[in-house]
């Protein structure tokens, strides 16, 4: 008899993130109802996890250590009247629609992956960020697609990447598209200009002439992302 596939069920492969505002920023959905933050204990710390993209069978958890336990955390988004800024809710505290549901409970009980398959992602390097960044936003406005964008350093270099980027090219296996990046300090968003097809990234949304991609600044590269030889 031919050898069945084993199951392997779902583990989490961890990727830390620059902040709590990073972590927010990920979740928050102003048109609609935002992504649940996990909550949960690890190896005596305490994480604020925002689940992301599955790979074969197990999901990447987004995270940043936190100090307390909340039930929410209350995302306020920057322009020009108010800085970024995400505050960690305590149990009995009023909330609002910037007020992000946290689930607290114990994420071990998945299991943790160091990486993931080579046979579950394929890494698709672009000439420029700028084409990662178009691809983005063409998503956005054809699909509402939610428009993030991951930015991250490896071997003293910074990278911009996305995910299944070309609907055409994605199915089983992930596509993970990736592009050094020449700007080296971190923000929040890039503030992208359909009219001529350029972007710049920001620290606020103030313009709304322009669309807004979110970026989720890692503190770490992808474990999976591997430097050609």
């Known amino acids: ?34 992504k649940n933050l996990i909550c949960s204990k690890h190896d005596s710390e305490i994480m604020l996890v925002a689940l992301g993209e599955h790979i074969g069978d197990n999901i990447i958890a987004y995270y940043t250590d936190i100090k307390s336990e909340p039930m929410f955390v209350r995302y306020v988004l920057p322009t020009e009247f108010n800085e970024e800024k995400a505050v ?20 071990t009980v998945f299991g943790e992956i ?24 063409m998503k ?4 509402e697609h939610p428009g993030t964008l991951y930015v991250f350093e490896k071997a003293g270099k910074a990278y ?13 296996r992930k596509t993970f598209y ?14 992208y200009n359909y009219k001529d097809s350029t972007f710049v990234f920001s620290d606020s949304i103030d313009e ?7 970026v989720l600044n890692l503190s770490e590269a992808f474990p999976f992302f591997k430097l050609p030889d």
């Not at 960690?88 to 994420?107: Q, Y």
């Not at 956005?140 to 699909?143: N, S, T």
Request: hydrophobic content about 40%.
């Open 1 to 34: 008899m031919p050898k069945t596939k084993e199951k392997r069920g779902t583990k989490l492969l961890y990727v830390k993130a620059n902040s709590v505002e990073d972590i927010a920023r990920f979740a928050y959905n102003p048109e609609s109802i935002s």
């Open 88 to 107: 960690l809710i305590e149990h009995g505290a009023e909330t609002d629609k910037n007020s992000i549901f946290v689930l607290r409970t114990d994420l």
């Open 114 to 137: 160091k990486n993931v398959d080579s046979e579950d992602i394929m890494l698709l390097r672009v000439g420029h960020a700028d084409d990662i960044v178009n691809a983005v936003a």
């Open 140 to 143: 956005v406005a054809h699909e």
């Open 160 to 172: 911009i990447a996305g995910f299944d980027l070309v609907d055409e090219l994605s199915g089983d």
């Open 178 to 191: 990736y592009a050094p990046l020449k700007d080296m300090n971190r923000r929040g968003f890039i503030k």
């Open 208 to 214: 709304h002439t322009y669309i807004y991609l979110k």
